[in-house]
């Protein structure tokens, strides 16, 4: 009997302790200052509003502060998205506008000039030395594509669906993933407007433009998507979404503040789709492939 109240003792000491350390803990996170993330309704319909609120989720986390979206209307001049963000909280860790607020950033950098303020998705213009600003390493993103289409392509050819031309390096940095993994040949690149009838001979399709015309055709072709959309609405014949959206960039920018004038580049947030490879050793195969490859951002 004495052994069982001491058992009982302990378990109750154990889970006060555990209460208090979950209560400080809490009170921790809530009485840090928020991330401020500026967006409008057209992305949260693009973007998903539950998958929203799960990266809203994760992002908190990962940064152990809250995160908090500043909904405003796409077509507000700067003052009045400098006053949404402003009404949200009067003094937070750093809020983050998307590239086509850079105006609005601008005038609440203006409001508060010791704020940090992050604009997403654009390269610093030059002689910028108050906003701090981050865009994707399209180059990084490229190589793991090629890693990832070189496993689904089989014995045919890569086609790269893009929005006009492919920089050279941008070129070389998928190709060398497509290498990596022992494709020897050639991808074939086209914009995504023209029109392809040919398909085949082709295994994998990487698509990082506007992507609605291939999709529409409902080919049996495993696809590489670049997108913000939700990869719930996407034809199951895609197997990876590549995401680089402000919402995607932000736990990495966030880590690594650039100083005011400074660019930095940004991995994409991948995502290999449950249930949509015919063998579990093939999707953890992908994923193991991304994790293995990644490098740490390279700075500009």
């Known amino acids: 009997?004495?052994?069982?109240?001491?058992?009982?003792?302990?378990?109750?000491?154990?889970?006060?302790?555990?209460?208090?350390?979950?209560?400080?803990?809490t009170g921790a996170f809530f009485s840090r200052s928020p991330v401020l993330i500026v967006t409008d309704s057209?992305?949260?319909?693009?973007?998903?509003?539950?998958?929203?609120?799960?990266?809203?989720?994760?992002?908190s986390w990962k940064l152990f502060r809250r995160v908090i979206p500043v909904l405003v209307n796409e077509n507000a001049g700067p003052d009045l998205l400098a006053f949404a963000a402003d009404g949200a909280h009067s003094a937070p860790w750093a809020v983050l506008f998307p590239h086509r607020y850079l105006e609005g950033a601008r005038f609440y950098k203006g409001m508060y000039p010791d704020a940090q303020v992050l604009v997403m998705g654009s390269p610093a213009p030059r002689n910028e030395e108050l906003l701090s600003f981050v865009r994707t390493d399209i180059a990084a993103d490229l190589y793991r594509a090629g890693l990832c289409a070189a496993f689904l392509v089989g014995e045919k050819d890569v086609l790269f669906f893009s929005d006009g031309n492919l920089p050279r390096e941008y070129r070389d940095a998928f190709l060398e993933g497509l290498r990596v993994q022992g494709f020897l040949g050639e991808p074939v690149y086209l914009n995504a407007s023209a029109d392809h009838s040919s398909y085949s001979d082709i295994g994998c399709v990487v698509v990082a433009g506007a992507a609605v015309r291939f999709l529409e055709q409902n080919l049996e072709i495993p696809v590489i998507l670049f997108s913000w959309a939700d990869p719930a609405i996407s034809p199951r014949t895609v197997k990876v979404v590549f995401d680089d959206s402000p919402w995607a960039l932000a736990t990495g920018a966030l880590k690594a503040f650039p100083g005011p004038g400074e660019e930095m580049l940004v991995f994409s947030e991948p995502t290999v789709l449950p249930g949509r490879m015919e063998e579990k050793t093939s999707f953890r195969r992908l994923q193991n492939l991304m994790k293995e490859k990644l490098q740490e951002p390279r700075q500009n």
């Open 1 to 25: 009997m004495a052994k069982l109240t001491r058992r009982k003792f302990i378990a109750a000491v154990i889970i006060i302790l555990f209460l208090f350390s979950a209560l400080a803990l």
């Open 42 to 59: 057209s992305f949260v319909m693009l973007y998903g509003p539950e998958r929203l609120k799960k990266k809203e989720a994760q992002i």
